[in-house]
């Protein structure tokens, strides 16, 4: 099990999309490719609201393990 947490503290920005690769390849695969394009990564979740905090927990690894975060921080328009 691999939890990936993203963390902003700084209260005049939020979350609004994460893209997270998680996986035995150093990069994920596009059309036999390898990508790092983050619209690309496997999980994608769009956060419409903004958020300080988001986590995503992957489970069933095995082996080396690469992790690629990406995520779209703006300013908190809340």
């Known amino acids: 099990m691999l939890p990936v947490t993203y963390n902003i503290p700084d209260p005049e ?3 609004y999309a994460i893209h997270i690769y ?3 390849g150093m990069f994920p695969l596009k059309n036999g490719n390898p990508t790092v394009a983050p619209g690309q990564y496997p999980w ?3 956060i ?3 958020a ?3 986590t995503h ?3 069933d690894l095995s082996g080396p393990i690469y992790v690629i975060a990406h995520a ?3 300013g908190n328009y809340n």
Request: with cysteine; aromatic share 4%.
């Open 44 to 46: 994608v979740e769009e």
């Open 57 to 59: 927990t992957f489970t």
């Open 13 to 15: 920005l939020a979350l």
């Open 52 to 54: 300080a905090t988001c």
């Open 22 to 24: 998680v996986g035995n």
């Open 48 to 50: 419409p609201d903004g």
């Open 72 to 74: 779209v921080v703006c």
